[in-house]
């Protein structure tokens, strides 16, 4: 049956309204000149500026600390929440209650830890940054893992237990296995969504440290510049790589129980 040419253009309507944004941001960083709104001609000068700003470096460094240790964390825990709810319980309950910092708007769950880390006297620092991503990223990672779980051959697991082996034995050497891809795109999307958030870590980083999120917010209070829009780009690169990565990493999964069949 033939297709109507006309039904594409909501299609493409729709996809220059999400990207024609992030097109003008790429764009607009390689200004020449010093403003945001005016194209002057290309130039990579606010790149080599970004290089030399001391500030910029550090919360570079502080949001590749607290994304990386929260995504290992978010992993870890991910992973197994993702295990105990699909092979241990049946609970629609405890699914949701897993899943509910994935769905909490970011203002109330960054308010909900402050009140925690006051409550326990945490002093807020990189440590508790890390810890508050790691809530909301672990909810992810379970997630993305939960659903792998749902296309692994449980058979394997069964004959592995039926031939002596152990829980730990057969975690280690059936399920996890079967579970790498799923666990890797999971890991990555974590990453992803710490490298920029920025609500939760406004309100749990405290007063000494800043990521890269707040140094952009702090910056775009005196007005947006090209060097802004520099620094953007290069986090909107960095994101669009991890999540092609993860989404090339479930594709993979999902081909390969089709592979054994």
């Not at 309950?93 to 769905?103: E, G, I, K, S």
């Not at 004959?159 to 059936?174: E, N």
Request: aromatic residues 10%; glycine residues 8%; hydrophobic residues 50%.
């Amino acid at each position: 049956m033939r297709r109507s040419g006309w039904l594409h253009i909501p299609f493409w309507a729709t996809y220059v309204f999400l990207y024609a944004p992030i097109v003008v941001l790429v764009v607009m960083s390689f200004n020449s000149g010093d403003s945001a709104y005016t194209y002057e001609g290309f130039s990579l000068e606010w790149y080599g500026e970004l290089a030399g700003d001391e500030r910029v470096m550090n919360g570079l460094v502080n949001t590749l600390i607290v994304a990386t240790g929260s995504t290992v964390i978010a992993t870890v825990l991910g992973t197994m929440l993702a295990v105990g709810l699909a092979r241990h319980s049946r609970s629609k309950t405890l699914d949701a209650l897993a899943l509910m910092p994935a769905v909490l708007p970011d203002l109330v769950l960054a308010i909900g830890l402050l009140l925690f880390y006051g409550l326990i006297q945490l002093t807020l620092g990189l440590y508790s940054a890390v810890l508050a991503h790691a809530l909301f990223s672990m909810a992810f990672v379970a997630a993305v893992v939960r659903t792998r779980l749902t296309g692994a051959d449980t058979s394997l697991e069964e004959a592995s237990r039926d031939l002596g082996a152990g829980p730990v034995t057969t975690f280690m050497k059936i399920t996890l296995p079967q579970l790498t891809p799923g666990i890797v795109a999971g890991a990555l999307l974590a990453f992803t969504l710490s490298l920029d958030e920025f609500v939760i870590a406004y309100f749990t980083i405290g007063n000494t440290e800043q990521t890269l999120p707040i140094v952009i917010y702090s910056m775009i209070r005196f007005g947006v510049t090209p060097k802004i829009n520099a620094l953007a780009a290069i986090l909107l690169l960095v994101s669009f790589t991890a999540v092609i990565a993860g989404q090339r990493m479930t594709k993979i999964g999902e081909r390969g129980p089709r592979a054994q069949d």
